[in-house]
């Protein structure tokens, strides 16, 4: 079942190699479906224990799966910052890139999930799992960030950010209810 | 050897075949028929000589990546969107500080002022950009005509506002930007001989996702400003509240001059992603007419007036 999901999810990346060769803006649409994959499955990852809480079906098993999956879009995402928008010119990365909001906030966000990921495996998840709420500011930071990469953000990118809300507004309610039973 | 026969004769035949046939029905299906035929939409102008060797982008990247937020925010839907758009006839509105008010037809402008053909670079302020095959005629030729007289110091262009065109102009709160859209020039601008009125780009008419039938082309400016489908162009005493800078000052500005050294707040403009390129290029100071230009901005912080 976690192998059918990891195909299901990676499948669009073929799609979108496939089309490569055509495309007119090859970069920024190597951006936007990284980007779209990323936030798409980071939110995916939030549904299980939301789905366990509000329909009793426990999805947890693949929790894991669907965040690392996520993990793998936006590492293609940051690749895609690093070696194509930036042909890994560092000096211009640092200087002048990473001062501008919606590369550090997006940046950011990166950190935190590579942290995640890295610390998902048995020994080191047991030690830092505490620290994965982290999540919740990296879904926040990649909302605003793929709010940013528009001239005006439309529909979509709305809608994303009210499905990211009602995920992250009904962990609140239920902690604030029962403090000591989020997951 | 064997000729080859040219698409739009191609096509005539087969239309004049089936008029033909439909003189044997009645003439209610001739006129029919006769509105059915393909228009030719092919302009005689002069060419440009392309001494900078500039290469030029494929057709099917400038007629297939377009900002035309009045029809749609995505750079594909307004090609579908805009099929229906009627642009013939297409009055334009001359206002303002000018010897004579007055509204002119799109063709008898063409027939005042002769056409040419301008191969131009166009960069984005998104951080794309192409190189396409305009055809019009210098915007000095028409502000020649209108005689705009000493209170005149900017040009405002506004696009078309019909809602019967332009979906988004329908959506009111919910449409992406404030309509209609307007830019600016100040007058010396305006007057400099590369600033370009294009009605057709590769030889044709302008097609309706690239500002139909009439649009304003500025290469030296980021894209925004070159304003499609034009429905009135006024001479003016204060500078024009251009939509994008309206929309967001912090990020546009009035003026807009291609420039490497001064980013954008959400990204660099240092390079630029060349349309059909994987790789990006340098961006040259205002867009590479820098020789041509500078001397308008001379003493200008730049980076106050972006």
């Not at chain 1, 970069?27 to 329909?55: E, V």
């Amino acid at each position: 079942m976690k192998i059918l999901l990891t195909l299901v999810a990676l499948l669009p990346l073929a799609l979108v190699y496939y089309q490569l060769d055509s495309a007119i803006d090859p970069i920024k649409m190597l951006y936007h479906y990284t980007g779209i994959g990323a936030i798409a499955l980071l939110l995916l990852s939030l549904l299980p224990s939301t789905c366990k809480r509000m329909c009793h079906f426990n999805l947890l098993r693949y929790r894991k799966t669907v965040g690392l999956l996520s993990f793998v879009y936006v590492l293609l995402h940051a690749s895609v910052f690093l070696v194509l928008d930036s042909e890994l010119d560092f000096i211009t990365i640092f200087e002048k890139s990473l001062k501008k909001p919606f590369i550090y906030v997006g940046f950011t966000a990166f950190v935190i999930l590579f942290f995640m990921a890295l610390t998902s495996f048995k020994k080191l998840f047991a030690k830092f799992s505490k620290y994965h709420k982290a999540v919740y500011l990296a879904l926040l930071l990649a909302l605003l960030h793929s709010f940013w990469a528009q001239k005006v953000a439309g529909v979509f990118e709305y809608s994303v950010v009210m499905i990211g809300i009602f995920l992250l507004v009904e962990r609140l309610f239920i902690s604030f209810k029962k403090p000591k039973s989020l997951h | 050897m064997q000729t080859i026969t040219p698409e739009a004769f191609f096509n005539a035949r087969r239309q004049f075949l089936k008029l033909g046939a439909g003189a044997l029905v009645s003439s209610t299906a001739i006129s029919k028929l006769l509105a059915e035929l393909p228009k030719d939409t092919s302009l005689h102008y002069i060419p440009d000589s392309n001494a900078q060797k500039l290469v030029i982008n494929p057709m099917e990247q400038a007629t297939h990546y377009v900002n035309f937020y009045e029809f749609s925010t995505d750079k594909e839907a307004p090609v579908k969107l805009s099929q229906n758009m009627k642009t013939t006839p297409w009055h334009l509105g001359f206002f303002g500080e000018i010897a004579k008010e007055q509204m002119i037809e799109v063709d008898t402008l063409i027939a005042k002022f002769g056409l040419e053909e301008r191969i131009y670079r166009f960069r984005c302020v998104e951080g794309w950009s192409m190189v396409v095959p305009w055809i019009g005629f210098p915007l000095y030729k028409l502000l020649d005509y209108l005689e705009p007289n000493s209170d005149a110091k900017y040009v405002k262009f506004t696009t078309r506002h019909d809602p019967t065109i332009f979906p988004d102009q329908n959506r009111g709160i919910f449409s992406a930007i404030k309509y209609p859209y307007v830019e600016g020039l100040r007058m010396d601008e305006a007057r400099h001989p590369l600033t370009f009125i294009a009605v057709g780009m590769y030889g044709k008419r302008l097609l309706p996702q690239n500002g139909a039938p009439i649009r304003l082309v500025v290469p030296w400016k980021y894209g925004f400003k070159s304003i499609k489908s034009l429905d009135l162009i006024e001479c003016v005493k204060e500078q024009p509240l251009n939509t994008w800078q309206d929309q967001n000052p912090n990020e546009y500005g009035f003026y807009a001059n291609v420039n490497p050294e001064v980013d954008h707040p959400r990204w660099t403009q240092a390079k630029e992603r060349v349309l059909g390129k994987l790789l990006k290029q340098p961006t040259l100071k205002f867009n590479g007419y820098a020789k041509e230009v500078e001397h308008l901005y001379a003493g200008m912080d730049l980076r106050k007036f972006f």
